[in-house]
C-alpha cells in the first residue's frame, strides 16, 4: 500500500514540468466556447491544451528553456533534430529491436541474459534519445531552445560521466532540487556517499513503486560511490610525478550491462 501511495505521488512528471513553467495563456478559451462539459473536463481540456503549447517535454521532469535564437539559425537546428529523431527511434531501435532484443528474448541462460541486457539498453537509449530529439527540433520550431537530453552516455569513460550524458533532464532535476540541498559535493565523503544514495533512491521510486526499480536505484548509487571513493584514493596515495598518470587503473567503466532506465 505504500508503495502504491509513493506511485501516485511521484510519477506526474509531465504535470510539475508544466507547474515550473508558470505559464499563463489561455488557448483553451475556444474549445469552451463551442462544448458543453463539466468544471471538471473543462478544466482538464484547458491543462493539457495549454501544456501542449510547449512542446519542451523531453521524457524528464522539469526542464528549463532559452531562446534559440541565442543558439544559432533555429529551423537548422529543428531539421538536424528532427531527422536525428527518425533516425534514432524508426530505424536504428527498430534494427535493434528486430535483430537484437527479440531473438534472445524469453530465452534462458547467462550468454542469453546478457545479450538481452546489452540490446535493450541499446533500443532504449535509440528509442528514448530518438524522441527527445523530436522534441528538441520541434522546440526549435518554435523558437524555444530546449537543452539536450543526451550526449553520447555509452561513450563515457566512467559512470559518474555517464550519468552527466544520460536522460539529462532528469538527471539535473535530481541535481538542483535534492542533492544540492542535502549538500551536494560540499560535505565529507560519507555525507556525499548518503546525498547520492538518496538521488538514487529516489529516482528508483521515481521510475516505478516496486522494489525492483529501489533495487536499480540502489546498484547505480553505489556505482558512484565506489567511483568517488577511487578518486579520493588516487587523490591521497598515488603519486603526482607526471601530470594525467596514474598507477590506478581508475574507476568503474560505464557499460550498456548496467541496464540505464529513462
Given amino acids: 500500500q505504500s508503495m502504491s501511495v509513493v506511485r501516485s505521488g511521484g510519477t506526474g512528471q509531465h504535470t510539475f514540468h508544466r507547474i515550473n513553467r508558470h505559464q499563463t495563456g489561455l488557448i483553451a478559451i475556444g ?10 473536463v473543462d478544466f482538464q481540456i484547458s491543462f493539457i491544451l495549454r501544456g501542449c503549447r510547449d512542446p519542451d517535454a523531453v521524457g524528464g521532469a522539469i526542464e528549463v528553456t532559452r531562446p534559440a535564437h541565442a543558439r544559432g539559425k533555429p529551423l537548422d537546428g529543428a531539421v538536424q533534430h528532427v531527422f536525428t529523431g527518425f533516425l534514432y527511434r524508426f530505424i536504428l531501435a527498430a534494427l535493434v529491436k528486430q535483430y537484437l532484443l527479440d531473438p534472445v528474448a524469453g530465452t534462458e541462460g547467462i550468454l542469453a541474459t546478457l545479450g538481452y541486457m546489452y540490446a535493450y539498453s541499446l533500443y532504449l537509449f535509440f528509442d528514448f534519445a530518438g524522441y527527445s530529439a523530436f522534441a528538441v527540433g520541434i522546440s526549435y520550431v518554435f523558437g524555444i531552445h530546449t537543452p539536450e537530453n543526451f ?10 560521466e555517464f550519468w552527466n550524458r544520460w536522460h539529462i533532464s532528469l538527471s539535473t532535476w535530481f541535481r538542483d532540487y535534492v542533492y544540492f540541498p542535502l549538500g551536494g559535493n560540499r560535505c565529507g565523503f560519507v555525507r556525499r556517499s548518503f546525498n547520492v544514495m538518496a538521488v538514487f533512491l529516489l529516482s528508483g521510486l521515481w521510475h516505478g513503486a516496486q522494489w525492483t526499480f529501489v533495487a536499480w536505484g540502489a546498484i547505480h548509487g553505489l556505482l558512484l560511490v565506489v567511483t568517488d571513493a577511487w578518486d579520493t584514493l588516487e587523490r591521497r596515495f598515488v603519486s603526482r610525478g607526471s601530470e594525467g598518470n596514474s598507477t590506478f587503473p581508475g574507476p568503474p567503466k560505464a557499460s550498456a550491462s548496467m541496464v540505464p532506465l529513462e
Fill in 31 to 40: 474549445v469552451r466556447m463551442h462544448m458543453q462539459a463539466s468544471p471538471v
Fill in 151 to 160: 550526449r553520447d552516455p555509452f561513450l563515457a569513460p566512467n559512470i559518474r
